[in-house]
């Protein structure tokens, strides 16, 4: 079985901050996906990366992944309130293959 | 328009019971997942869908069954439904590939009593 290991499981943070949130595998992934989940709902697509060193950038967020394709990073820059929630990372083998999920990094951003 | 859709939203059933989960898609991916969340250990993959009548096991299938007889509708039951099954339940769907995410529904929210 392929596990995927986050870190931190917790953190809180002031507005306007800078975090790090990192997913670690043993394993070798085609692709990484981050998701972000709020209170009461599905999670929801944030970004896929495919490519060994790839970065991605969404707004105040930069996504990463590995050289070696084990590994992504998911940086937030200058936090907000509206960031919070559960940030999952999520691997898949193949394309066909179910994803298999990280336990997530639940974010606080106190305003 | 959701795309995906969970039903019910919230069941209270007793220990011992069959209770049946629907999740319905209206973009017509090939792909659909039962998943079920509980603190501590994530999303765990309970059973998926890879097209009409084909299903495979995930992780955490014991005491559950699926079953997917349209493109569009996907089933979980649970057979007797036992407390250790008390746990919030997503449906999500993909059309396949690596370049592509998975659409979630929003969850059912499970307790068995």
């Known amino acids: ?111 | 328009d959701a795309g995906i859709t969970q039903s019910p939203r919230h069941k209270v059933t007793e220990t011992g019971t069959p209770v049946t989960l629907r999740c319905h898609q209206t973009e017509n991916h090939r792909y659909m997942y039962w998943y079920r969340q509980d603190p501590g250990h994530g999303l765990r993959l309970i059973h998926y869908s890879y097209g009409v009548k084909d299903t495979d096991k995930g992780e955490v299938s014991d005491g559950y069954s699926v079953s997917r007889s349209k493109t569009e509708d996907f089933l979980l039951t649970l057979e007797s439904a036992t407390s250790s099954q008390t746990s919030v339940y997503f449906c999500a769907i993909s059309p396949g590939g690596l370049n592509y995410g998975y659409t979630f529904g929003s969850g059912t929210r499970l307790t068995v009593v």
Do not use: M
């Open chain 1, 1 to 111: 079985t392929q596990l995927l290991e986050q870190s931190p499981q917790f953190l809180s943070i002031q507005e306007g901050e800078n975090l790090t949130v990192y997913c670690n595998s043993s394993s070798v992934f085609s692709s990484l996906q981050w998701y972000r989940q709020e209170p009461g709902e599905g999670p929801v697509l944030l970004v896929t990366v495919v490519t060994g060193g790839e970065v991605k950038k969404l707004k105040r967020l930069t996504f990463q992944f590995g050289d070696a394709r084990k590994d992504s990073s998911l940086h937030i820059t200058a936090a907000q309130p509206g960031d919070t929630g559960l940030y999952l990372c999520a691997g898949l083998n193949s394309g066909n293959t179910p994803l298999v999920f990280g336990k997530g990094t639940r974010l606080s951003v106190i305003a």
